[in-house]
């Protein structure tokens, strides 16, 4: 095991966003601080602003946002930034066996950066050392973004997001 899988008590962060923009902006915050190996999970509601929040994961990472676009056909799409951003979307699959046929697991060997929009279809066990993030819609305008990991690069970037957001957004805990 790496020393950024070192597994610790659970850290957490959850924000409010009022706004598109606010959620581009907390995804560009975050997405500054990630380096090739890191992992993202996000998880929730439909139309939560998974797609959105990488969005702005993809500004941090100096890739212009309007290439951004949920992966279709292809589930997986590649972006090259400051480091290379593999965004992969499993909402359209089917079943497990069409998954596995993907090798999606190729893509968690740290070359790059790995957004993955409904993460909790992913068949088998995503890495320990996973940050994940859960998006609640509040209300039209308003979506909640949980933040949560047990390792130490979860603890590292959850606690540096802390301080770059500091109070522009609503903290819930
Ligand atoms: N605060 C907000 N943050 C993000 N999106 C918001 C917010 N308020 C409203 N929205 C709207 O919610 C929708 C979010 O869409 P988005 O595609 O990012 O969600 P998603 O979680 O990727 O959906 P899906 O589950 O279909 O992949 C958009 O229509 C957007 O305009
Ligand atoms: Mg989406």
């Known amino acids: 095991m790496n020393s950024r899988a070192l ?42 602003g998974k797609t959105w929040f990488t969005k702005g994961v993809a500004t941090g990472l100096e890739i212009g946002p309007d ?12 972006y090259k930034g400051r480091h290379q951003l593999f965004h992969i979307d499993l909402y359209r699959l089917k079943n497990k ?44 305008h308003t979506r909640e973004l949980r933040f949560s990991g047990s390792h130490l690069r979860a603890k590292e970037i959850i606690g540096a997001l802390k301080e770059r957001i500091g109070s522009s957004l609503t903290q819930l805990s």
């Open 7 to 48: 597994r610790l008590k659970e850290v957490s962060v959850k924000y409010l966003t009022t706004s598109v923009e606010k959620t581009v902006w907390l995804g560009q915050q975050f997405g500054i601080q990630l380096i090739d190996g890191d992992i993202v999970a996000l998880v929730g509601d439909l139309g939560g």
């Open 97 to 140: 066996a069409e998954i596995m046929a993907l090798d999606l697991e190729d893509y968690l060997s740290g070359e790059g950066i790995v957004v993955i929009e409904w993460a909790d279809r992913w068949p088998g066990e995503l890495p320990e050392e996973t940050i994940q993030i859960e998006l609640k819609m509040v209300d039209e």
């Open 67 to 78: 290439y951004v676009v949920s992966p279709t056909f292809t589930l997986v799409n590649e």
